[in-house]
């Protein structure tokens, strides 16, 4: 049995649902993957003799999680020597606008290139706007950029954009490497 690491760094939940869905379609294909929320605690990558590794990021205010960022750049060596795979949710991947989404792969080649790490595979993909959740100046500040991109401004209730799809496939493609 593979042992993968699906580590992630979410601000509001977004991306460890992604990770979780992730961590479902590796089980249901045999392997044994361990969900490590940064945010809360590190991943022993290098002694946990992991045989893969998916890492995943949100993009809040133009950037990723700082400290996904950091444990990327410390355990790259073993990031690029692992089959490993990198995602990016986001609010600009959701939408319709061919530079919103051109400007979150961006970001995305940005992460790889900062933290000097080259995954197998990445995947951005969109991610949701959960207004319930939100106070009120980041309610606001969301309803703003959601009006100024044509998207959801109904903060009475959350939007999922997430591709549930493109995430099996992802997940499913990492397996086949694994295996
Ligand atoms: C305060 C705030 C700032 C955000 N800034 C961006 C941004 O600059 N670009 C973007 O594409 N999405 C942005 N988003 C959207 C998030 O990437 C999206 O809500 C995602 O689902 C968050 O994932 P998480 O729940 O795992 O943190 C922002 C969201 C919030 C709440």
Redesign the pocket.
């Known amino acids: 049995m593979t042992r993968v690491l699906v580590a992630?760094?979410?601000?509001?939940?977004?991306?460890?649902?992604?990770a979780e869905r992730i961590a479902d379609v590796l089980e249901s294909d045999g392997h044994e993957p361990t969900l490590v929320d940064l945010g809360h605690s590190s991943a022993d990558l290098e002694s946990a003799e992991y045989d893969g590794a998916i890492v995943?990021?949100?993009?809040?205010?133009?950037?990723h999680?700082r400290y996904v960022a950091e444990f990327v750049r410390d355990h790259r060596e073993t990031l690029n020597r692992l089959p490993s795979a990198f995602y990016s949710?986001?609010?600009?991947?959701?939408?319709e606008d061919e530079e919103?989404q051109a400007?979150?792969e961006e970001?995305l080649e940005g992460f790889l290139e900062e933290t000097g790490w080259d995954p197998d595979g990445t995947l951005s993909v969109?991610?949701?706007?959960?207004y319930s959740e939100?106070g009120l100046l980041?309610r606001f500040?969301?309803r703003r950029?959601a009006s100024e991109e044509s998207g959801d401004t109904d903060t009475s209730r959350d939007y999922e954009?997430?591709d549930w799809g493109d995430v099996e496939s992802f997940a499913r493609e990492f397996s086949t490497l694994v295996t």
Request: proline share 0%.
């Open positions: 992630y760094g979410s601000s509001e939940g977004q991306t460890a649902a992604v995943g990021a949100s993009i809040h205010a133009g950037a999680q949710v986001s609010l600009s991947a959701a939408s919103s400007a979150a970001l969109a991610g949701a706007l959960r939100y980041k500040m969301m950029i954009y997430t």
